[in-house]
Nanobody
Framework: QVQLVESGGGLVQAGGSLRLSCAASRRTSSAYDMGWFRQAPEKEREFVAAISRSGITTYYANSIKGRFTISRDNAKNTVNLQMNSLKPEDTAVYYC????????????????WGQGTQVTVSA
């Protein structure tokens, strides 16, 4: 079992940037594939990005490809999401998640979740 805590959310203008971080409660030792998901009000939770245990393989949703970058630092037990060129439609609560299985773009492929951090992009 691992606890995940997101941070870095906030309010930015369209075109701005934010960097989200997800900290694990203890050393992961590359034990998990990691993902970022987001959920806007009255919408379903959607996949944003994922990264393999090694950090070599990444996956991105088409809606954010080219704007967001996922990365991890296993030595520091952190996973990051650099968000550039933000748009109002990126407004949502962002969640990090950990998978003990193979990397997945589905929320049902993940075992552990953080509490989320709010990202608001104004027009």
């Amino acid at each position: 079992q691992v606890q995940l805590v997101e941070s870095g959310g906030g309010l930015v203008q369209a075109g701005g940037s934010l960097r989200l971080s997800c900290a694990a409660s203890r050393r992961t030792s590359s034990a998990y594939d990691m993902g970022w998901f987001r959920q806007a009000p009255e919408k379903e939770r959607e996949f944003v990005a994922a990264i393999s245990r090694s950090g070599i393989t990444t996956y991105y949703a088409n809606s954010i490809k080219g704007r967001f970058t996922i990365s991890r630092d296993n030595a520091k037990n952190t996973v990051n999401l650099q968000m550039n060129s933000l748009k109002p439609e990126d407004t949502a609560v962002y969640y990090c998640a950990a998978s003990t299985g193979s990397v997945s773009t589905s929320q049902y492929g993940y075992n552990y979740w953080g509490q989320g951090t709010q990202v608001t992009v104004s027009a």
